[in-house]
């Protein structure tokens, strides 16, 4: 329903993919996180696309990607973040814990077994449990 009460003609049916911002030059420690750690793959863009910079990452057979676009004076996001359901939770913050990277778990959503992390830019990272 629309605000005014009269049925909408659309409905937004799934999420395609998130994107984050990274600093020049930084594809390889991109990679380094998102498929060393994380497990996502590089997945390819398009030529016109490919030339400004950036990686796609793809998990779940394309299913969920996260896209990161190169950002001049780039800031990383603090409080935005994609939040990730995560098979295997534990096993994954004791890889991201062995490799250097901030691990916060909090309580705050009754109910729901989450946690955050930054890549390597500083980007806030949510980590759920898909078991919770």
Known sequence: ???????????????????LAMPPGAEREAEEFYCGLLGFEVLDKPPALAARGGRWFGAHGGSVQVHLGVEDGFRPARKAHPALAVEGLDELVGRLRVAGRPVRFDGDNPGV????????????????????
């Open 113 to 132: 077994r989450r946690c955050y992390t930054e890549d390597p830019f500083g980007n806030r990272i949510e980590l759920v449990d898909a078991g919770s």
């Open 1 to 19: 329903m629309s605000l005014d009460g009269r049925p909408l003609a659309h409905r937004v049916v799934g999420l395609d993919h998130v994107q």
